[in-house]
């Protein structure tokens, strides 16, 4: 049986980013496993379950599947984990990840042995950060001269304020198209079009939330796995 490994943020996930791919694969045959950086239940962000932002049906299927999976509610600690065991390794998003998943060095050795290894990686929306922050074997940025999508600045320029503060308050520390374009990433978040997921290698990487679907069915195809919508 195939195997993914989700790396959750405990600051906040976007939970379409991570609840559409982890039901997607699972649907589709795949041992998934959850890990957090400290092993403590991810929390979804607030916004991804809000009915006014999402729509009343999304946001009771989220927060349905964020209550009720055992996975989500008993995660692995993530320093515990290896990317030699699974075929894939899924960073969903959400702001949280630039507080936590993107900074953490068990996550970019995740990501690194991954892209360089025999699975594949697929990265999300925000959790595209942390390619900025992650290097290949030979020290060089993992992302140089990839081509990526991702959170764009265009739609971070509606949610923060002239400071860079989130609508609760928190400051967002780095906007994620900068820091990915600084170190070398081919970045185009095909704005003119619905969705956005780039394969480049073994390495797929996704815009948002409504890429997210689309970003599970890529990952599966990528991983010679049979879709039946």
């Given amino acids: 049986m195939p195997s993914a490994l989700f790396v959750v943020s405990e600051h906040g996930y976007w939970g379409e980013e991570c609840i559409e791919p982890l039901t997607t694969l699972s649907d589709a045959g795949v041992d998934v496993t959850v890990a957090t950086p400290t092993g403590d239940p991810p929390e979804v962000d607030e916004r991804s379950v809000d009915p006014e932002n999402v729509g009343e049906e999304q946001a009771e ?12 509610q008993n995660p692995e600690p993530l320093a515990r984990q290896t990317a030699g065991d699974y075929d894939t390794v899924v960073f969903p ?4 990840t630039e507080w936590d998943i993107n900074q953490d ?11 360089e290894g025999d699975g594949v990686a697929l990265v999300v929306c925000h959790a595209v950060g942390i390619l900025a922050f992650t290097r290949d074997s030979d020290g060089g940025f993992l992302v140089d001269g990839r081509d990526v999508t ?7 320029e509606g949610i923060v304020d002239d400071d860079d503060l989130m609508p609760d308050g928190r400051k967002l520390p780095y906007w994620v198209e900068d820091e990915v374009k600084a170190a070398g990433g081919n970045w185009d ?10 394969v480049d290698g ?25 879709y039946e919508d």
């Fill in 105 to 115: 060095s068990h996550a970019r050795d995740l990501l690194r042995d991954t892209v």
């Fill in 150 to 156: 991702g959170f764009p600045n265009e739609w971070e």
């Fill in 202 to 226: 073994s390495l797929v990487t996704a815009r948002g939330p409504g890429s997210s679907h689309a970003a599970a069915v890529t990952l599966l195809d990528e991983l010679g796995i049979e």
């Fill in 61 to 72: 299927w989220v927060m349905d599947v964020h209550e009720s999976d055992e996975r989500l």
């Fill in 93 to 96: 998003g959400g702001h949280g």
């Fill in 189 to 198: 978040a095909e704005l003119d079009q619905d969705t956005s997921v780039t």
